[in-house]
C-alpha cells in the first residue's frame, strides 16, 4: 500500500504552527454568512462532526451550483445544509429513521414561519389547558415529590427501549399532552418543523440524557417547563426560515437507506454517475450504540415502540459496536477481509483470552472489527455506480482503541480497502488527535480523501478470469458420474494460486456471475447428461456445490401476444435508464406492472434485500413485494429482474422461494421474474417449484408506449379478451 500523504487541517483543538489552512468559501450574494449557521441547531447529534469541516471540503473539491454532493451517512444533515447554503444540490441516505426525518427537516425550507409560529401557540395554549384541569401548571416547576397527581406513561414495551429515568415522570406526562395536542395537526406543513422542535428540547433541555463517550443519565430533573421550552426551539426555527425566505437554494433529497445497498437508488431517484463529490462521517468500529443518541425522541414520538423495531433498525445500520450484531450477519461473506484486518481480529481474540474475558459481548469483539470493515467495502463496492469518473470522496474516520486495547488504524485500513475496490488513495487529512488514557497514545481523527478513477475497460478479461476459476473449481472436485460437486468459497484462492493469476477484486462476484447472471463454461455443460444441466447452491456459511438439475430454460415465448400500457415511467428516469435489472425494477414500479400481471394491490417492500436462509446461506432478492387481493388474503412476492442479455436463474427462484418460507410463513408466495425482451417490451413471468424443478405458471409480455400510441380497436380487443 501506498505511503499518506499528511495534510493538518486548521481546527481549534489541534494548535501546531505547520497547520496548512484551506480557505472558508466566500458566501454569495444571496446566501447567509459562512461563519454563521444556525440550522445545525434545529436538532443534531452530539457525535456530528463540525460544520466547517465540510465547507472546507466544498472548496476543495472545487463545488459549485452544478455539483451534486452525497452524504451516504448523513445523520442529522450537517453535510446537506452546509451544501445548501452554499448553493449545491445535496443527497442525503441515511438508515436511522428518527435521523433521516431530522435531515429531510433541516433541509426543507419552505415552510412559513409566521404560520409555524401562530399555529405552535395554538397547540400550546390547548396543552397548557388540558394540564390545568388536571391541576399541573407547566410553568410552576415542581420541586418536592409528585403526589395526587395520575400521570401518563409509555406503552410498557416501549418504555422498556429507554435507558431507566432518562426522562422524570412528569416531564413525560407533559410530552405526551402536548405532543397529543400537536398531532390533530400531523397533515399541516409545518407538523415535521414542530415534531423536530420537540425532539431537540427533550434530548438537550426536558430528558435527563447526559453525552460523554456513550450516552447515559445526568441529573435527574423532578420537573420542567415542558411547553415553553419547546416554544422556545420552535422559536429558532421560525428565525431561522425567516433569513432565507424569498432567496433561492437547491432542493435536497433524503432517504432512509441502508449504506451498505445504494446501488438499487439508481433509477429510483439518484441517477447513475451523477455524484461530484462524497463527504460523510461514517460510525466507528467501538462500542457506542450509536442507536441510543436518538432513542429518547425516538421512542416517545413514536418511530420506535417494540423490541423488534430497534432489531430492524439495527440490522440495517454499518456494524460498529457489539449490541448491534446478530447470529446472521454476513457482511463478511461478500467481500474478502483484508490480511490485516484479519490479524487485528486475531490479535483481539487472543488478548481476550489470555485475560480471560469471556462476557457474550467481550467475545464479540474480533467479529464486531471483521462486520465493520466488510461492511464499508460493501458500501464502496455499492457507491460505485452513483459516482462520477473522478469524483472526489472524504471521509472522516477515528482510530479506536475499544476492544481491550488493541490498536485499530480505521483511516488507514478504510484507505486500504478502497484501493482494493478501484479507488484512489489522494492523502489522509489529519482532523484532530486526542489522547487515549488506555493506551497512552494519541488517537487520531482523520478525512480519508479518495478519487473514483470510474470503471476500466476490462470486462472481457474479467469475465475470461472469472471462467477460468470456475473450470479449475469444478475439475479439482469433480468425479465421473458425479450429480453434486461441494467446494468452499477459499477455492477460489486456491484456484488463483494454482493458475498464477491475481485474485478479482471482488471475489463475490465470481460465484455470483455464474449463479444468477452467465451460463457455465461449455467444458462444465458438457458433463451434465441430457435433459440436465449444472447449477451452483449454497450449501451452508462460505461452502456451495454444483448441482444437477432437470433443465428449465425460462425465457421469453416468441409467439406470445403484447399487451400495450401506457407508459407511467417519469422522463428523469427514462433518460438515465440502462438495459439492466435496475431499469426493469424502475419500469415495473412506476408503471404497476407486477399489480397488473398478479391481479393483486402490490407495494414494493424492499429492494435488494440480503439475508440468510438456514441451510441455505446467504442470498440476495432484487426486489421484494407484499400483495393483498381483493378477499384480503396476503401474498410475498419476490421480484427477479434481468436484462436484455442475461439469464433468468432457476437458482435465484428457488433461493426467493426459502427466504419467504423463512421470513414470511404466513403469507403466499408468488415468485416473479421479469427481463428486457427489447426496449420498453417487458416479459413477465410467474414462477411455480414442482416435482420436476421450476416451471413457468404464467407469462406475459407488456410494451411500455406513449398513450397516443393506443388506439380505440386495441383498448376493444383488450376488454374483450378472455384473459
Known amino acids: 500500500m501506498k505511503s499518506l500523504e499528511q495534510t493538518v487541517l486548521p481546527f481549534p483543538a489541534v494548535a501546531e504552527p505547520e497547520i496548512i489552512s484551506i480557505p472558508e468559501i466566500n458566501g454569495k450574494a444571496n446566501k447567509l454568512d459562512s461563519q454563521d449557521r444556525p440550522f445545525h441547531e434545529w436538532y443534531r447529534f452530539v457525535l456530528s462532526f463540525p460544520p466547517h469541516l465540510v465547507r472546507q471540503y466544498i472548496q476543495d473539491f472545487g463545488l459549485d451550483e452544478k455539483s451534486t454532493l452525497l452524504d451516504p451517512f448523513c445523520g442529522t444533515g450537517t453535510t446537506l445544509v452546509e451544501a445548501k447554503l452554499n448553493g449545491i444540490h445535496a443527497i442525503g441516505l441515511e438508515a436511522n429513521p428518527f435521523a433521516y426525518i431530522a435531515s429531510s427537516v433541516k433541509t426543507d425550507w419552505s415552510i412559513d414561519p409566521d404560520i409555524l409560529l401562530v399555529r405552535a401557540h395554538d397547540i400550546a395554549e390547548a396543552a397548557s389547558k388540558i394540564l390545568q384541569t388536571q391541576g399541573i401548571d407547566d410553568n410552576q416547576i415542581l420541586q418536592d415529590e409528585i403526589k395526587n397527581l395520575t400521570l401518563r406513561t409509555l406503552n410498557p414495551d416501549a418504555a422498556k427501549l429507554l435507558l431507566t429515568d432518562s426522562i422524570s415522570s412528569l416531564p413525560l406526562h407533559k410530552t405526551l399532552v402536548l405532543l397529543d395536542c400537536l398531532r390533530e395537526f400531523a397533515n399541516e406543513p409545518f407538523y415535521r418543523h414542530a415534531e423536530l422542535a420537540l425532539a431537540n428540547a427533550l434530548v438537550f433541555k426536558i430528558g435527563n ?153 467481550e467475545k464479540l469483539y474480533g467479529r464486531v472489527t471483521s462486520l465493520y470493515f466488510a461492511a464499508m467495502a460493501r458500501h464502496l463496492i455499492e457507491l460505485r455506480p452513483l459516482l462520477k469518473p473522478g469524483a472526489r470522496l472524504a471521509y472522516v474516520v477515528g482510530d479506536q482503541a475499544s476492544y481491550l486495547r488493541v490498536m485499530i488504524r480505521t483511516g488507514r485500513l478504510l484507505a486500504e480497502i478502497a484501493e482494493t475496490v478501484g479507488y484512489e ?176 394491490a402490490c407495494y414494493s417492500l424492499q429492494n435488494h434485500l440480503r439475508t440468510t436462509v438456514p441451510g441455505m446461506g446467504q442470498v440476495e432478492t432484487d426486489e421484494l413485494y407484499i400483495g393483498i387481493d381483493k378477499r384480503g388474503a396476503q401474498y410475498v412476492l419476490p421480484i427477479q429482474a434481468k436484462g436484455g442479455t442475461d439469464r433468468i436463474g432457476i437458482v435465484q427462484v428457488e433461493q426467493d422461494i426459502a427466504m419467504c418460507a423463512a421470513k414470511f410463513p404466513n403469507l403466499v408466495c408468488r415468485p416473479i421474474a421479469a427481463q428486457f425482451m427489447e426496449e420498453n417490451l417487458i416479459a413477465l413471468f410467474e414462477l411455480e417449484q414442482t416435482d420436476e424443478g421450476i416451471k413457468v405458471a404464467a407469462e406475459k409480455h407488456y410494451k411500455l408506449v406513449h398513450p397516443d400510441e393506443l388506439t380505440t380497436e386495441e383498448l376493444e380487443k383488450y376488454r374483450t379478451r378472455s384473459v
Open 209 to 361: 440524557l447526559r453525552f460523554g463517550p456513550e450516552v447515559g443519565v445526568g441529573v435527574k430533573k423532578q420537573d420542567a417547563p415542558v411547553i415553553a421550552i419547546w416554544l422556545s426551539e420552535v422559536g429558532k426555527i421560525a428565525n431561522d426560515l425567516r433569513r432565507v425566505a424569498g432567496k433561492s437554494y437547491p432542493e435536497c433529497q433524503v432517504y432512509n437507506a441502508d449504506a451498505r445497498a445504494v446501488s438499487h437508488l439508481q433509477f429510483n431517484g439518484i441517477a447513475p454517475h451523477s455524484i461530484d463529490a462524497v463527504i460523510t462521517s461514517p460510525p466507528y468500529p467501538n462500542e457506542k450504540d450509536y442507536t441510543r443518541t436518538t432513542r429518547l425522541e425516538s421512542v416517545i414520538l413514536g418511530y420506535i415502540k417494540t423490541k423488534q423495531d430497534l432489531r430492524e433498525l439495527k440490522k440495517r445500520l454499518v456494524r460498529s459496536n457489539t449490541r448491534g450484531v446478530y447470529k446472521d450477519d454476513d457482511d463478511d461473506e461478500w467481500v474478502e477481509t483484508p490480511a490485516e484486518i484479519r490479524q487485528i481480529v486475531d490479535s483481539i481474540e487472543t488478548r481476550r483470552i489470555a485475560l480471560g474475558k469471556n462476557s457474550g459481548f
Open 425 to 600: 488513495l489522494v492523502r489522509t487529512d489529519l482532523f484532530r488527535t486526542r489522547f487515549a488514557t488506555a493506551t497512552k497514545e494519541q488517537l487520531r481523527e482523520e478525512v480519508v480523501i479518495l478519487r473514483w478513477r470510474g470503471e476500466k475497460n476490462d470486462m472481457a478479461e474479467e469475465k475470461n478470469r472469472y471462467t477460468r476459476l470456475i473450470e479449475s473449481i469444478f475439475f479439482t472436485h469433480y468425479q465421473e458420474g458425479a450429480t453434486e460437486v461441494e467446494f468452499e468459497r477459499s477455492d477460489i484462492n486456491r484456484a488463483a494460486d494454482k493458475l498464477k493469476m491475481d485474485l478479482p477484486k471482488n471475489l463475490g462476484d465470481v460465484l455470483y456471475s455464474f449463479r444468477y447472471r452467465t451460463q457455465l463454461p461449455d467444458s462444465i455443460i458438457t458433463k451434465a447428461p441430457s435433459g440436465f444441466e449444472w447449477v451452483i447452491r449454497a450449501a451452508g456459511r462460505s461452502r456451495y456445490k454444483f448441482v444437477l438439475v432437470i433443465q428449465s430454460a425460462i425465457a421469453p415465448s416468441d409467439n406470445l401476444v403484447e399487451t400495450k400500457i401506457p407508459d407511467a415511467t417519469p422522463g428523469i428516469i427514462v433518460k438515465y435508464a440502462l438495459n439492466d435489472e435496475q431499469a426493469v425494477l424502475a419500469k415495473l414500479r412506476y408503471n404497476r406492472l407486477v399489480d397488473i400481471f398478479t391481479r393483486l
